[in-house]
């Protein structure tokens, strides 16, 4: 099948510390592009891979699994760390719980986290009935899309597979265990009107990670795709102020990268 335009992954070559940018569910990395193209425009190793199922159409997303999906991000994740003396993982919304798992099983390995709008619990009571209901119904309407400003859209399907759907739901229950053995520093940013995951979800990484280095901001302007919403410039300064305050060679570097 061939790549929704722009739904491409994006990788760019920099200075010695390496940023995962993590797309969510039924999403692609043109949600994380404007702020993988920040970094990496303040002279950062960039990566942001597009996730198995991801960018094509929904039915391609039907038979993937949440391993699937992680086995990319802590492939690319590897490639970064490489190359790059620190990595820091970003991740928006589903990529949160990718995140939480990468931090959980490769310590310090991580430098840190920086999560918008993370998933890794249901909103929907009818998450119990999928292990049934995903071999009655192949799909539900889509929840991409949740964006404030006029005219933002992003690029992803507009039906949810329910098989992935039951496979998320597993891949939530893996986070959540693993979320005491987080102990990174952690910026997490999350929007007040989130009309996909509710604000419970941010709550509950914050009352079970063990890091001590914790920033909250709200998005106050911006729904659950926040990336490409109003607040996407604050989301992409403060990311950059976090990695340059816990990795030093990214501050010396980017007087070095500045480019357009």
């Known amino acids: 099948m061939p790549l929704l335009p722009g739904a491409e992954p994006f990788r760019r070559s920099g200075g010695p510390v390496g940023v995962l940018l993590v797309h969510g569910f039924t999403g692609s990395p043109q949600s994380m592009r404007p702020w993988a193209e920040h970094l990496a425009d303040a002279g950062l190793t960039v990566s942001a891979p597009l996730l198995p199922g991801h960018g094509t159409r929904w039915q391609d997303l039907q038979p993937t699994r949440w391993e699937d999906w992680y086995a990319t991000a802590e492939a690319a994740f590897e490639e970064l760390a490489a190359e790059c003396a620190q990595v820091f993982v970003c991740a928006l919304s589903m990529g949160g719980s990718l995140a939480l798992r990468l931090a959980a099983k490769h310590g310090g390995r991580v430098s840190g986290l920086v999560l918008v709008n993370p998933s890794v619990r249901s909103d929907n009571p009818a998450t119990v009935l999928l292990p049934a209901l ?48 987080v102990t990174q520093p952690v910026l997490l940013m999350h929007s007040p009107q989130d009309h996909v995951v509710s604000p419970r979800n941010s709550a509950m990484v914050l009352a079970r990670i063990s890091s001590t280095d914790v920033t909250e901001l709200l998005l106050d302007r911006s729904f659950h795709v926040a990336t490409l919403d109003h607040d996407a410039g604050l989301i992409f300064g403060a990311s950059l102020d976090f990695v340059r305050r816990l990795a030093p060679a990214a501050a010396v570097d980017a007087g070095t990268h500045h480019s357009g």
Request: proline share 10%; glycine share 10%; no cysteine.
């Open 134 to 181: 995903r071999h009655l119904l192949p799909s539900l309407p889509g929840v991409a899309g949740d964006i404030a400003l006029p005219g933002a859209a992003e690029v992803g399907y507009d039906r949810v597979p329910l098989h992935a759907a039951w496979s998320l739901a597993r891949l939530w229950k893996e986070a959540r265990a693993g979320m005491p053995s």
